[in-house]
């Protein structure tokens, strides 16, 4: 049985490796950033070095070093998905989060199973795959029922040419039998943020609700992988304490997984607290994130765990967003809407649960990251032939898993094009499409125009 203290976050041990690493050098970074090169991870001493990087010069060489590994293991593919927020009911007294308990100015609602339908049908409509099925932590009067049965729902909406085809869900810690019956919901993903590591500042920004049990949170992995679902994302808002501690709490909590179940997290997620109604905390952050701060966050955990996913949601800008697809983001989310019913009707900015930083459509995000010559990808192949957790990365440390990725990342992204892109985005697309297909090694190229044929042809769902 895998434990449920917690214990596994050593506070003093970060403490000291934080210490130790003040006295690196130029030629200590460089002896780290040469170690990841070779694409088998970093330990907390390294990942500490490289945190003390200011010069910038060796900022460019981190940046530069970490372009490199992703781009070796996950090439120029872009994930895209929707976060869909079926309820902001909350028991939680969270004092960075809009939808804590005792904030009065926010608008209680959590969505119908009807409502939750036509938000699914307005995400088809926008050319969708995946979906972050997310909810405030506590449920309608169905209690967790409420949950499988919007899962459900999700699943069995089909709309013209389209469909969801991968539900993730971010929901509240759940027991071992309540994760079993997720698991038989076909999940992808079960995704839950410690929100901080550090025990002093978890009780100080958790006044109440079954969150302030520290214990019960940080072992939800566990329970959840116990329950088979070996998928699982994990994740720190930054701001609330300091992030080079939070980054080595963040790798304690990989290398238990790993040590407990043979596999670390499928996805690591990278939000920085924003305004949100009701929270001063939100807008004030206690330890404020600076952009190149933050470029050096996700740059260090592609170079620490180079084959976990790294998610950037639209909490960030547009720029921020373009300059960490090199870094390390391989996952995005893109027309966001934080508010139960955000999406099929007008946006309530009093019912969602924090400010959004790129407001840009699903079109415009695909159609930018084209430009840029990434691929945008609504691939959930994966996840339908078995190839998740501990299969996933026998695959993908050697770098088979790209044999896959990249075909099933042009057919789904040529299905986008043809059923929902604008004319211009459509232009873009195939030019992008193009390159791609030029800079392939043969038997990948050969596959993704078997692939695109056939969705040329009219098939869809394709992949390999």
Request: proline letters at 4%.
């Amino acid at each position: 049985m895998a434990p449920h203290d917690g214990l596994f976050i050593d506070e003093s041990s970060i403490v000291h490796t934080l210490e130790h690493a003040r006295a690196a050098d130029a030629a200590a970074v460089r002896d780290v950033l040469a170690k990841a090169r070779q694409l088998g991870g970093l330990e907390a001493a390294d990942m500490a070095v490289l945190m003390n990087v200011s010069d910038p010069g060796l900022l460019a060489e981190l940046f530069s070093t970490a372009e490199r590994v992703k781009d070796t293991i996950y090439g120029r593919r872009l994930v895209l998905f929707a976060p869909l927020y079926v309820s902001n009911l909350c028991a939680n007294e969270c004092t960075y989060c809009a939808f804590r308990a005792r904030n009065t100015s926010l608008v209680r609602r959590a969505l119908s199973q009807e409502e939750i339908a036509r938000e699914i049908r307005t995400l088809i409509d926008q050319g969708h795959k995946r979906v972050l099925l997310v909810a405030g932590e506590s449920y309608p009067k169905q209690g967790f029922q409420y949950v499988l049965d919007c899962i459900d729902t999700i699943y069995g909406v089909k709309n013209g040419p389209g469909e969801v085809r991968r539900v993730n869900a971010n929901v509240a810690p759940l027991t071992l039998d309540e994760f079993r019956e997720l698991k038989a919901r076909k999940i992808g993903t079960y995704q839950l943020f410690q929100e901080t590591y550090h025990h002093q500042t978890y009780a100080a920004v958790h006044l109440g609700g079954k969150k302030r049990d520290y214990a019960w949170r940080v072992t939800a992995m566990d329970r959840a992988m116990e329950a088979g679902i070996d998928d699982v994302g994990i994740g720190v808002l930054f701001g609330l304490f300091d992030w080079r501690f939070e980054l080595l709490a963040l790798m304690q909590h990989i290398r238990h997984l790993e040590a407990a179940f043979g596999v670390g997290p499928h996805t690591i997620s990278v939000p920085r607290l924003e305004p949100a109604t009701g929270s001063d905390l939100a807008s004030h952050p206690p330890h404020a994130v600076g952009d190149v701060d933050f470029r050096k966050i996700v740059a260090i955990l592609r170079l620490a765990v180079p084959y976990t996913g790294i998610i950037m949601s639209t909490r960030e800008s547009a720029n921020i967003r373009r300059e960490t697809f090199a870094l390390g983001v391989s996952q995005i989310s893109a027309g966001s809407r934080t508010n139960p019913g955000g999406y099929a009707e007008d946006e309530r900015l009093d019912a969602s649960q924090f400010c959004l930083g790129d407001h840009r459509s699903l079109d415009e995000v695909v159609r930018d990251v084209a430009s840029l010559g990434y691929i945008p990808s609504f691939c959930t192949g994966c996840y339908r032939l078995g190839r998740t957790g501990a299969d996933f990365m026998d695959l993908a440390k050697p770098g088979d898993i790209k044999q896959h990725c990249d075909p099933n990342g042009l057919s789904t992204f040529l299905e986008y094009l043809l059923d929902y892109a604008t004319p211009e985005t459509r232009q873009v697309g195939d030019r992008c499409i193009a390159q791609a297909l030029e800079g392939m090694d043969e038997w990948p190229r050969a596959r993704s125009r078997q692939l695109m044929e056939r969705v040329r042809a009219g098939e869809r769902d394709v992949y390999c």
